[in-house]
């Protein structure tokens, strides 16, 4: 039988530990933007170093499992002599993984763009910094933004992962929960619902920015 | 305003293997419209483009007002500043408008005033609003372009070019992505250009134009340059065998 009152009290703790799920995904999220403006810089760069560099490091974090990455990166740095909370280790992680995927995007929205926005700017003498702030970025920027608020809906997904490294986020704190009361069907409910809440207020969002880019 | 020479001397472009301008030489006028004409592909696009350096030929020599534009000497390419500094008094109108889609027609105007020229804000949009006055858009400023017709959008684009008051105008097939009721007011805009002064080179489809408003017409093929002659030789007494053909094929196609 489902039992009301245990899935209902199981949202407290899961609500509690839906901050460590949030937490990752938006750190994560704003770790890889930084990071993915970078690769996608080095991508487009005239340089072929670095160029390589970028598409080897896309190709690579695109290959590997987010939980491999997380295993490898947590269990890697404590034997090279660094010692990072595991807080932390997920953040980078999961920022570092995404950044492969937001270079992507950005790549993607840069090649969008008709040649000739950057041609008129070219003709009227603008050089090569006015043309990318103000004309391609900003475009290929909200050109952007339903893929990454698609990408933050993958990364709170994703984020369960990192339950692996210890982190008490809504995954691994219902599993804590379905142990203590053995009524796992009403607190994996729970959580799938707060999951669901969190994703569902993303595509409103997502919908939203989509709506009012499309000029 | 002053109005600018170009000289274009055995200009060589390739793509790769495919040669697109073979040995082409053309004077253009301080203050005359030179219509380009000739079959599609045979290389009008990229000699216009060649005389902003948008297109980067490969040996000859473009020059406005007698300065050497791209390079410092054969070989050895300008550096970017100094080239900016040619283009700022090259206007360029393209077939597909090119408008900046996030920001209004007042704003796309002024953007090239207030990052190149250098102008304050507030000065830069009264310019650009005189530039749209002029154009007839005086009404439609805040619009973005998506809220304009072609032809609108058009004429913004041609008072983007002529806000940073240049001395030479090239346009290519500013007319052919528009709907023909539209055609008329965008050729009415460069008509009066044309009667200010403005040296223009136009590359073009409409032929009425050419009749009426250039003071020669060039005609390209396969890259090269056949013949250049006023509006009335070239249109109507051709002795090149291939315009009097491109003529045929444009009468056949244009009457019913
Ligand atoms: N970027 C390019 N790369 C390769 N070939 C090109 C490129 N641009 C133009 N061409 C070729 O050069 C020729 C002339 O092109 P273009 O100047 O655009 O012709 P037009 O404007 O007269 O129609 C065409 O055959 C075209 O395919
Ligand atoms: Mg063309």
């Not at chain 1, 295993?71 to 492969?100: E, K, N, R």
């Not at chain 1, 990318?132 to 920027?141: G, S, Y």
């Not at chain 2, 953007?111 to 005189?130: M, N």
């Amino acid at each position: 039988m489902f039992s009301l009152p245990v899935f209902l009290e199981s949202f407290g703790p899961l609500i509690w530990a839906a901050r460590y799920t949030l937490l990752i995904s938006f750190l994560g999220i704003g770790l890889g933007l930084v990071i993915g403006a970078l690769i996608c810089a080095a991508r487009l760069s005239p340089y072929i170093a670095l160029r390589r560099f970028a598409a080897v490091w896309v190709s690579f974090l695109r290959g590997v499992p987010l939980l491999v990455q997380l295993l490898v990166f947590y269990y890697t740095l404590p034997v090279i002599g660094i010692d990072v909370p595991a807080f932390v280790a997920a953040v980078v992680t999961v920022g570092i993984c995404a950044s492969a995927y937001i270079s992507e995007i950005w790549r993607g929205a840069i090649a969008a763009l008709p040649k000739g926005q950057s041609e008129a700017a070219t003709a009227i003498g603008m050089g090569p910094r006015d043309i990318w702030t103000r004309v391609i970025l900003p475009q290929a920027v909200t050109m952007s933004l339903p893929a990454l608020i698609n990408e933050l809906i993958l990364l709170v997904k994703a984020s369960s992962l990192v339950s692996v490294v210890g982190i008490l986020e809504i995954t691994r704190a219902s599993q804590a929960q379905a142990a203590t009361t053995f009524r796992p069907l009403e607190v994996y409910i729970a959580a799938a619902c707060i999951y669901l809440a969190i994703n569902l207020c993303l595509a409103v969002l997502g919908r939203y920015l989509e709506h009012r880019t499309a000029v | 305003m002053q109005a600018s020479s170009v000289e274009i001397r055995k200009v060589n472009k390739f793509y790769g293997p495919f040669h697109a301008l073979k040995d082409v030489d053309l004077n253009i006028l301080p203050g005359k419209v030179t219509c380009l004409i000739g079959p599609s592909g045979s290389g009008k696009s990229t000699l216009l483009r060649c005389v902003n350096f948008l297109e980067e030929y490969d040996s000859g020599e473009v020059r406005i007002d007698g300065q050497l534009i791209g390079y410092d000497a054969p070989g050895k390419k300008m550096s970017g500043r100094k080239l900016r500094e040619m283009r700022r008094s090259i206007g360029m109108v393209f077939q597909q408008f090119n408008l900046w889609p996030h920001m209004t027609a007042l704003e796309n105007v002024a953007e090239g005033l207030i990052r190149v020229r250098g102008l304050p804000k507030a000065e830069a949009q009264e310019r650009a609003s005189a530039a749209l006055t002029k154009v007839g858009l005086a009404d439609k400023m805040q619009n973005h372009p998506s809220r304009l017709s072609g032809g609108q959008q058009q004429r913004v684009a041609i008072a983007r070019a002529i806000a940073m008051e240049p001395r030479l105008m090239l346009f290519d097939e500013p007319t052919s992505a528009l709907d023909p009721e539209l055609v008329g007011e965008v050729l009415n805009v460069m008509k009066t250009l044309a009667s200010e002064g403005m040296t223009m080179v136009v590359v073009t489809h409409e032929m009425g134009f050419a009749a009426h408003v250039a003071d020669q017409v060039a005609f390209m093929e396969k890259g090269e340059l056949v013949g250049c002659d006023t509006p009335s030789r070239i249109l109507h007494q051709p002795d090149d065998p291939r315009i009097q053909s491109f003529l045929r094929t444009y009468h056949e196609r244009n009457s019913f």
